[in-house]
């Protein structure tokens, strides 16, 4: 099956992190290094959801954004922080988590803006301690530190095996 996200690429030389995710992150070839705003969801169809994002793009002006800090998660990932521009993010992630796409908001889940950069969990479901302290080590040797402009965002579709198909970019005013 497949599910509708809705996600931010940042515009920025993703080159250190695709080199470090390709080693960490099992989802590197399924989508681009990201900033999630919305979940995968199912369910609603897909004129509703243009529908819907097409209309908060009238509500969302361009803002900066800066990727730096990184966080190890609870459930084993590696993200790359959003510092700068964070507030708004969160405006636009609890933009989007209304109208139709508001039953479908995790509230159990903290949203912290990120861009993930491993998943550490990998083997037979094993957690490798070792490897998780090693590999934050080398990202912060990289001193990742980005800034971009958050100016628009993308509705994609996928099965989280295949690649992710880009539905819909959508540019903010």
Do not use: C, W
């Amino acid at each position: 099956m497949k599910n509708y996200a809705i996600v931010y690429f940042p515009q920025i030389n993703t080159s250190a992190i695709n080199n470090y995710r390709q080693k960490y992150d099992p989802q590197f070839s399924v989508i681009a290094p990201h900033i999630t705003l919305v979940f995968p969801f199912s369910g609603i169809p897909e004129e509703q959801i243009i529908k819907h994002l097409q209309a908060i793009t009238e509500t969302i002006k361009p803002f900066n954004v800066s990727l730096k800090g990184l966080m190890k998660s609870f459930d084993y990932y590696l993200f790359l922080l959003v510092n700068g521009g964070s507030k708004e993010i969160q405006k636009v992630h609890d933009k989007l988590y209304s109208g139709v796409l508001a039953s479908q908001l995790h509230n159990h889940i903290p949203f912290i803006p990120h861009v993930t950069l491993g998943y550490f969990r990998v083997k037979n479901n094993q957690f490798d301690s070792t490897q998780y302290e090693n590999a934050y080590k080398e990202a912060e040797e990289m001193n990742l530190n980005f800034e971009t402009i958050l100016n628009k965002f993308t509705l994609i579709k996928g099965n989280g095996v295949s690649p992710a198909e880009v539905i819909k970019i959508f540019d903010l005013k």
